[in-house]
């Protein structure tokens, strides 16, 4: 915490953009967007397509560049010369990805939290294991939708309230997990599961930092190593947390994104 105060009160106030994973939605960063505001930040959290207050039928959406959009629009209508800090959660790594290839411009840094980094996206099968949370040591976790009718493939996915905790949130206070079981909303599985990417222009100059999660079940370390390995970031921090660190480790996820903040002005 004294090191993150610290670097916040010697830098450069820069501009937060927070990505949230599957199912969740702005909301998830309520601790973060405090401090990081209270540090003299601005910060915005955005919902995806059918996350959040977004009223999208998430069963409705089954591209990934739908699902995504509001990330794109909101680059898109910055001022030219401005640049972000962009920051996206487990799945919410592929949109900071897609963000990455398409406005490289437009972003200082890139902060994957327990996130899916993948250069491409889902083009192979390693991509698909070392990036798609694998639950089945939990059993029957999900709760699916099927948009399309039942003999198709669902079309959003939830893990089921009784698990909630045990999977994604065990290190979090219970309030936190309580408010997420509230909020959490099924996710287009179909608009994630065909994130592609084209390599854009520029995309390599983007640095990027990831933040392993050592006790993560969702997204689990060896997992996030394996991701690491293939596309080396710049910088590499480790919180001894759960899959959400927003809950369950906020001071110490808010010392490391103010450290990167300064380190980058």
């Not at 083009?123 to 639950?135: A, H, I, R, T």
Request: proline share 6%; charged share 25%; with cysteine.
């Amino acid at each position: 915490m004294g090191e993150g105060v610290e670097k916040c009160k010697r830098s450069e106030r820069g501009h937060f953009v927070l990505i949230h994973g599957i199912g969740g939605g702005g909301w998830c960063w309520y601790k973060i967007r405090s401090l990081i505001e209270n540090c003299g930040y601005k910060v915005t959290s955005l919902d995806l397509k059918g996350a959040g207050i977004d009223p999208s039928d998430p069963n409705t959406i089954l591209s990934f560049h739908d699902y995504n959009k509001p990330l794109l629009d909101f680059l898109s209508s910055l001022p030219h010369n401005e640049q972000v800090i962009l920051v996206g959660h487990s799945a919410g790594g592929m949109s900071v990805t897609d963000a990455i290839h398409k406005f490289p411009k437009k972003i200082k840094v890139a902060v994957y939290i327990a996130a899916t980094m993948l250069r491409t996206g889902f083009m192979s099968q390693q991509d698909v294991k070392n990036g798609v949370p694998d639950l089945s040591e939990f059993g029957d976790v999900y709760d699916l939708g099927f948009g399309l009718g039942p003999e198709k493939p669902p079309t959003s996915v939830v893990v089921k309230k009784s698990l909630q905790r045990e999977i994604i949130y065990q290190m979090s206070p219970l309030e936190d997990s309580t408010l997420a079981s509230m909020l959490l909303r099924p996710g287009p599985i179909q608009a994630l599961q065909s994130a592609r990417f084209k390599e854009g222009k520029g995309a390599e100059r983007v640095r990027r930092i990831y933040i392993r999660t050592t006790h993560d079940r969702v997204l689990k370390v060896e997992q996030q190593d394996a991701m690491i390995r293939r596309w080396k970031p710049q910088h590499v921090y480790t919180l001894e947390s759960d899959h959400s660190p927003f809950f369950s480790a906020p001071l110490a996820l808010f010392g490391l994104l103010v450290k990167v903040a300064a380190s980058f002005d």
